[in-house]
């Protein structure tokens, strides 16, 4: 952090410490809605998305928010009782720290069908992702997501 620039929003937050502990307490505030400059102070100018649907990495900044809000509007998001609102069911149920990695497996229901996933992030020093890799199973889930990413990138597209 340079002189004079604001602090990151976690860094009041007693016991967040490490840059992957921030990135991690500043993507659930996101979630909710409620981090101070939303995605630009979260994700890296260089950040780089993959998608279990789309097979081609998508790089920076801008793709990485458009693929992030889009899966946001198909499984829903946290809310301050890690319910969903969209999906109706969304929650985190594991998380893993290590080094400047996160494992967070999630639950939810798309379409009436269960989805479990994770979401690997990796952020750099100044806790910004640099890589947020989703992971789906099962099969089903994965092609409903499909349907339903599609449909919510067209929508935001327009």
């Known amino acids: 952090m340079l002189r004079g620039d604001p602090p990151t929003p976690t860094?009041?937050?007693?016991?967040?410490n490490s840059p992957i502990e921030r990135c991690v307490a500043n993507w659930h505030l996101q979630l909710r809605g409620d981090l101070p400059g939303g995605?630009?102070?979260?994700?890296?100018?260089?950040?780089?998305?993959?998608?279990?649907?789309v097979y081609t990495p998508q790089e920076g900044r801008q793709l990485t928010e458009l693929y992030l809000t889009a899966a946001g509007g198909t499984l829903g998001g946290e809310t301050d009782?890690?319910?969903?609102?969209?999906?109706?069911?969304?929650?985190?149920?594991?998380?893993?720290?290590?080094?400047?990695?996160?494992?967070?497996?999630f639950e939810t229901s798309v379409g009436g069908k269960y989805v479990n996933g994770v979401d690997i992030i990796t952020c750099d020093d100044?806790?910004?992702?640099?890589?947020?890799?989703?992971?789906i199973r099962p099969l089903q889930a994965i092609n409903i997501m499909h349907e339903q990413m599609r449909a919510m990138l067209e929508q935001l597209s327009s």
């Open 11 to 16: 860094a009041t937050i007693r016991g967040v």
């Open 39 to 53: 995605f630009d102070a979260l994700l890296h100018d260089d950040c780089v998305f993959l998608s279990p649907i």
């Open 81 to 105: 009782d890690t319910k969903a609102s969209a999906g109706g069911s969304f929650r985190y149920v594991k998380q893993i720290l290590q080094g400047n990695e996160a494992m967070l497996e």
């Open 126 to 135: 100044d806790a910004m992702i640099t890589e947020f890799k989703v992971m």
